[in-house]
């Protein structure tokens, strides 16, 4: 099983500010088979970026993911008020058998 | 638009059953898998099991395999998920999800909690 890591935990950030989260994998993710998911309290959560780094249909351009082989970023250049929520990253080089990582809380400071 | 919608949580006691279903619209609902991903009370995602578009293959985590069965009505657009000999740590919130690579729709979710 691949074990994914991410950090930190929670960030504390103002609107305006980048957030820059990071996820690490305990193997080697092939292919950049690396999402990165959105989740608020009470909803669906919604898929940003698939393939490390290609957005997801609708996704806005200030969400932008990078790396491969075991570090991966997820990056959003200026917060807005609707961005505070936990991201998940989720690996699917082993699909279905699919994991993810504990997530990151991105709070208002 | 693209909709998945779960039904089916609630009270169930342990060693009991419930099962979930997911009705889909928007999308050739055949042409793809399914999964089921939950989230236990203050923990993070866990993905519990999948099916092929046809239906002829499931896979199943370990936690679970052996008690839940998942099944498929494509003429009805609807996943289900039968969940039995239910115990205390499989309480969460299930979620359904399009796909079984990176999920590209989401349910918002729907709890089951296993208690007596």
């Known amino acids: 099983e691949i074990v994914l890591t991410q950090s930190p935990g929670t960030l504390s950030l103002s609107p305006g500010e980048r957030a820059t989260l990071s996820c690490r994998a305990s193997q080697s993710v092939s292919s950049r088979y690396l999402a990165w998911h959105q989740h608020k309290p009470g909803q669906a959560p919604r898929l940003l970026i698939y393939?490390?780094?290609k957005r997801a249909t609708g996704i806005p351009d200030r969400f932008s993911g990078s790396g491969s082989g075991t570090d991966f970023t997820l990056t959003i250049s200026r917060l807005e008020p609707e961005d505070f929520a936990v991201y998940y990253c989720?690996?699917?080089?082993?699909?279905?058998?699919?994991?993810f990582g504990g997530g990151t809380k991105v709070e208002i400071k | 638009d693209v909709q998945v919608l779960e039904s089916g949580g609630g009270l169930a006691q342990p060693g009991g059953s419930l099962r979930l279903a997911c009705g889909a619209s928007g999308f050739i609902f055949s042409s793809y898998a399914m999964s089921w991903v939950r989230q236990a009370p203050g923990k993070g995602l866990e993905w519990v099991s999948s099916?092929?578009?046809?239906?002829?293959?499931?896979y199943y985590a370990d936690s679970v395999k052996g008690r839940f069965t998942i099944s498929r009505d494509n003429a009805k657009n609807t996943q289900y998920l039968q969940m039995n000999s239910l115990r205390a740590e499989d309480t969460a919130v299930y979620y359904c999800?399009?796909?079984?690579?990176?999920?590209?729709?989401w349910g918002q979710g729907t709890l089951v909690t296993v208690s007596s």
């Open positions: 099916i092929t578009g046809s239906g002829d293959t499931t």
């Open positions: 989720q690996q699917y080089d082993i699909s279905p058998r699919n994991t």
């Open positions: 393939g490390a780094s």
């Open positions: 999800a399009k796909g079984w690579g990176a999920y590209e729709y």
